[in-house]
């Protein structure tokens, strides 16, 4: 399993390419609606490329947008 660190920055990548921001926004605790402003449709791109990058299936609604990046690095660091 990937460790921790790659989890992050495998993570941080798929959250700047999908919503085109810079790394030094995705801040650990921040929640991505308040903070990142993703709506639904970014939240599915996000889910198709960690299974595509990561290769980890999450559920229909695993991720959910009130989550930060810490939770999805902890959600995916679970399975």
Known sequence: MDTQIDI?????????????????????GAKLDESLGIDSTEMVEISVSIKKELGIVL????????HSFNDIVNILKSK
């Open 8 to 28: 992050e920055s495998k993570v941080k990548g798929i959250l700047k390419k999908v919503l085109d921001i810079k790394e030094n926004e995705i801040v650990p």
């Open 59 to 66: 559920k229909d609604g695993e991720l959910k947008k009130t």
